[in-house]
């Protein structure tokens, strides 16, 4: 570096007004690109980086600008350009951001995957398997196949929507299938505990060490710690060439949801442990809630990240259900991410009264009058056309 420094004001001639103009030309484009990808969440993966080269930047303008030494003008120049090489590289990631996609090599070429098969959703709730039966029986005497997911279930907090996602996961809580919980607003202990009290409900004499094997096959990705924690968190290890470790208790991954490409590499690696299960038939996926997820990350980004996994999870016939809080995102995010479910449910009040629609179902667009206990108020008119 010194030998360099030495050729370079042997040969060079320096002008210190010129370098200055250089630096602060360079620092000004810089400052500007720098601060676009700050803006875009998507980027976050590069922030702290851009925030050193950005310090270091504008330190050795500052000194450009101070000093009259040619050797130390030249050698600041150099640093500065060194830190524009490294800023250009970050600069061609962003521009040529790939898309999200899973590897290959892990998810696409294991044959398990071929296992994997259709199960119709069971909510155990009256007016969900209700409209689910009728579209299904709709299906049947048309000879049509039935497919449901990706289902997104749009509603506020009066509905208690987690009890939904909570009851659509319990058939899969078993040695032959897998569970995919994403928790953007809720601790991970808390879905732990409520996924336990489903298994000791359906067995009241179930032992700890059996309530443990049922959820051998679940894997949280807790998105929530991450953005209310300031201490480190404990890093979760899931060996996955032995899935059924007892040595494994905690199947957390702990992700930040302002990265969705982060999120998809964690989908992916929960997928790769469930996957080594040759037994497993059934794979379950929740996103809860979709709405804090698209709050905190980049727009663009996230709507990329959830095409690809809708695509992928009816293509294999993943069971996915995702919660949407009404009236959280824009008319247009929300009318567009609801065009790539298969079934839509909306929770609402219409009149002040609490209401049940549907849309993506053979029958059509229909309404129910309901409670919130998900019972039907006039069991003689069911269904009608939603007006």
Same mark, same amino acid.
Request: proline share 4%; hydrophobic share 40%; charged share 25%.
């Given at each position: 570096?010194?030998?360099?420094?030495?050729? *370079?004001?042997?040969?060079?001639?320096?002008?210190?007004?010129?370098?200055?103009?250089?630096?602060?030309?360079?620092?000004?484009?810089?400052?500007?690109?720098?601060?676009?990808?700050?803006?875009?969440?998507?980027?976050?993966?590069?922030?702290?980086?851009?925030?050193?080269?950005?310090?270091?930047?504008?330190?050795?303008?500052?000194?450009?600008?101070?000093?009259?030494?040619?050797?130390?003008?030249?050698?600041?120049?150099?640093?500065?350009?060194?830190?524009?090489?490294?800023?250009?590289? *970050?600069?061609?990631?962003?521009?040529?951001?790939?898309?999200?996609?899973?590897?290959?090599?892990?998810?696409?070429?294991?044959?398990?995957?071929?296992? *994997?098969?259709?199960?119709?959703?069971?909510?155990?709730?009256?007016?969900?398997?209700?409209?689910?039966?009728?579209?299904?029986?709709?299906?049947?005497?048309?000879?049509?196949?039935?497919?449901?997911?990706?289902?997104?279930?749009?509603?506020?907090?009066?509905?208690?929507?987690?009890?939904?996602?909570?009851?659509?996961?319990?058939?899969?809580?078993?040695?032959?299938?897998?569970?995919?919980?994403?928790?953007?607003?809720?601790?991970?202990?808390?879905?732990?505990?409520?996924?336990?009290?489903?298994?000791?409900?359906?067995?009241?004499?179930?032992?700890?060490?059996?309530?443990?094997?049922?959820?051998?096959?679940?894997?949280?990705?807790?998105?929530?710690?991450?953005?209310?924690?300031?201490?480190?968190?404990?890093?979760?290890? *899931?060996?996955?060439?032995?899935?059924?470790?007892?040595?494994?208790?905690?199947?957390?991954?702990?992700?930040?949801?302002?990265?969705?490409?982060?999120?998809?590499?964690?989908?992916?690696?929960?997928?790769?442990?469930?996957?080594?299960?040759?037994?497993?038939?059934?794979?379950?996926?929740?996103?809860?809630?979709?709405?804090?997820?698209?709050?905190?990350?980049?727009?663009?980004?996230?709507?990329?990240?959830?095409?690809?996994?809708?695509?992928?999870?009816?293509?294999?016939?993943?069971?996915?259900?995702?919660?949407?809080?009404?009236?959280?995102?824009?008319?247009?995010?929300?009318?567009?991410?609801?065009?790539?479910?298969?079934?839509?449910?909306?929770?609402?009040?219409?009149?002040?009264?609490?209401?049940?629609?549907?849309?993506?179902?053979?029958?059509?667009?229909?309404?129910?009058?309901?409670?919130?206990?998900?019972?039907?108020?006039?069991?003689?008119?069911?269904?009608?056309?939603?007006?």
């Amino acid at each position: 570096m010194t030998a360099l420094m030495i050729g *370079i004001s042997s040969l060079v001639t320096v002008d210190s007004s010129a370098i200055n103009d250089i630096g602060n030309i360079i620092t000004s484009v810089l400052t500007l690109l720098i601060g676009y990808a700050l803006t875009r969440r998507a980027y976050i993966r590069w922030r702290k980086q851009l925030y050193c080269y950005l310090c270091v930047l504008w330190i050795s303008v500052i000194i450009i600008n101070l000093t009259l030494v040619p050797d130390l003008l030249i050698s600041l120049l150099f640093i500065t350009l060194v830190i524009v090489a490294l800023l250009l590289r *970050i600069f061609y990631h962003i521009i040529c951001l790939e898309l999200i996609g899973f590897s290959k090599d892990t998810v696409e070429s294991n044959k398990n995957i071929t296992n *994997i098969k259709l199960s119709p959703p069971e909510f155990n709730m009256e007016c969900l398997d209700k409209v689910i039966e009728s579209a299904k029986n709709q299906a049947t005497d048309a000879k049509k196949q039935f497919h449901p997911y990706p289902i997104i279930l749009a509603a506020d907090e009066s509905w208690r929507p987690w009890q939904v996602a909570e009851n659509l996961v319990s058939p899969y809580l078993n040695e032959e299938s897998g569970v995919i919980y994403f928790t953007f607003a809720r601790p991970h202990e808390k879905i732990k505990k409520a996924l336990e009290d489903k298994i000791k409900k359906s067995n009241e004499n179930a032992n700890k060490k059996w309530v443990e094997n049922k959820l051998k096959n679940v894997v949280i990705i807790d998105c929530y710690k991450k953005l209310t924690s300031e201490k480190k968190e404990k890093k979760y290890h *899931i060996n996955l060439n032995r899935p059924f470790d007892p040595i494994v208790k905690e199947p957390v991954l702990i992700a930040d949801p302002r990265n969705p490409h982060l999120l998809n590499k964690k989908y992916e690696e929960a997928l790769q442990r469930i996957l080594k299960n040759k037994k497993c038939s059934k794979i379950c996926v929740v996103y809860d809630s979709l709405s804090d997820f698209l709050c905190f990350t980049d727009r663009e980004i996230a709507i990329q990240y959830l095409r690809h996994n809708m695509y992928w999870e009816e293509k294999h016939n993943i069971s996915s259900l995702y919660i949407l809080r009404l009236g959280t995102l824009d008319k247009l995010y929300e009318e567009y991410l609801l065009w790539f479910a298969n079934v839509v449910i909306y929770l609402e009040n219409k009149n002040g009264k609490p209401v049940m629609r549907t849309s993506g179902l053979l029958s059509g667009p229909t309404c129910t009058d309901i409670n919130y206990n998900f019972e039907s108020i006039n069991k003689n008119h069911f269904d009608y056309t939603y007006s």
